[in-house]
């Protein structure tokens, strides 16, 4: 068989609207660009004709490879999925609701061919999004700039990386794989590309906001110590505050007849300062003893049910996940 130039890994979760036009649009692309592809499909515990759909695209060419996770195991395992049974050159990772436009793939093999390792489409604006989300997504990657040594801009996975880059993805055993972290943490050659991300043509985000806040929460503790540091600072902070506060009471005392700091209301509000320090301090720590309880269990990022396409003997998936299929 010839080798494959391009894999092309898209998760799906209830994405049975969009499938048809998805595939319709990858096979332009790709035909256009004279190379080997193929296709990686994660079907991520879908509920609806998703996995149907799949598999009947699967029948009519072998180079749609499908793969049915055991449940709905969370996009970014998803993408851990595909990278796994990809077989490309270079691999190409985009979501499957044509926010991301297939039609980047021909620019972004273009800055590959000339050299870089990766290359990242880069948001500069997205059409889906409200100001106030909007505002709060460039404010988190402007955090994790300055809180990390790491370069974060306004992007997500949708990019393509070399093989050289995909090794080295899959031999990080880590089961908490903020994708666009490690991408970064691994240094290589990258380029930038800005583009617009459009609406929804179908169905409706996958991501609420408690999918988003775990998102954020685990890019943050992945590739920074600067929450637990904060938290040992306001500790110095509240101990500095407390001696200043001690010494005023004490001059207010001998100096002036009629006592501002005399009455239970201080107290209270003293020991609601220093409790809520306490229980923030708790917190961080808890999110970072979370982390290492869920690695230390050692269970997989996600398990296969069943695959089409794929050669299970050429697939080596990473310390991170279980093919079963």
């Not at 851990?80 to 609701?97: H, P, R």
């Not at 979370?290 to 050692?298: A, N, Q």
């Amino acid at each position: 068989m010839n080798p494959v130039d391009l894999s092309v890994v898209i998760p799906l979760f209830n994405e049975e609207e969009s499938i048809p036009d998805l595939l319709r649009e990858l096979y332009s692309v790709c035909h256009s660009l004279g190379r080997n592809f193929e296709f990686v499909l994660v079907n991520d515990g879908s509920t609806d004709l998703t996995g149907r759909l799949l598999e009947e695209a699967a029948k009519k060419d072998r180079r749609v490879k499908v793969i049915t996770l055991s449940r709905n195991f969370g996009q970014q395992a998803a993408f851990n999925a595909g990278i796994d049974a990809s077989a490309g050159k270079m691999v190409v990772m985009m979501d499957g609701d044509l926010q991301y436009p297939p039609s980047m793939i021909p620019e972004f093999i273009k800055h590959a061919d000339d050299g870089h390792d990766i290359v990242v489409g880069e948001r500069i604006k997205n059409k889906q999004n409200n100001f106030f989300r909007e505002l709060a997504g460039r404010t988190f990657y402007k955090v994790l700039n300055k809180i990390t040594d790491l370069e974060f801009r306004n992007a997500n996975d949708f990019g393509l990386y070399k093989r050289s880059v995909i090794s080295v993805i899959k031999k990080m055993p880590e089961k908490e794989r903020f994708l666009r972290g490690m991408i970064n943490w691994v240094g290589f050659k990258k380029k930038f590309i800005p583009y617009v991300v459009e609406d929804r043509k179908f169905g409706a985000p996958k991501y609420n906001f408690r999918k988003l806040a775990a998102l954020v929460m685990s890019g943050v503790t992945s590739f920074s110590a600067f929450p637990l540091r904060l938290a040992l600072w306001a500790g110095f902070l509240v101990f500095i505050f407390s001696l200043g506060f001690s010494g005023f009471v004490v001059w207010d005392h001998y100096t002036n007849l009629n006592p501002v700091i005399a009455g239970w209301a201080t107290l209270v509000i003293l020991l609601l300062f220093s409790s809520s320090i306490q229980l923030i301090v708790l917190g961080v720590v808890g999110e970072y003893l979370y982390k290492m309880f869920h690695e230390v269990k050692g269970r997989p990022l996600y398990i296969v049910s069943s695959t089409h396409n794929i050669d299970k003997e050429q697939v080596r998936p990473g310390a991170y996940g279980i093919h079963n299929g």
